[in-house]
């Protein structure tokens, strides 16, 4: 119960959020997305310094 009411308010949050300062929400899912491929990037670095 606790969890489905915190996941409401996240979702609630997410959208008002993004809804009242979209410029803010696109950066910071880009700047999401960017971390997320430079992970990925490290990643395949250190196994390929393995091999």
Not at 18 to 35: G, I, Q
Not at 44 to 50: I, R
Request: hydrophobic share 60%; charged share 15%; net charge negative.
């Amino acid at each position: 119960m606790v969890k489905k009411i915190l996941i409401v308010f996240l979702v609630g949050f997410a959208l008002y959020s993004l809804f009242s300062t979209p410029a803010d929400a696109a950066s910071a899912v880009r700047s999401a997305f960017d971390a997320t491929i430079e992970a990925f990037g490290q990643v395949g670095v250190f196994v390929s310094e393995l091999a």
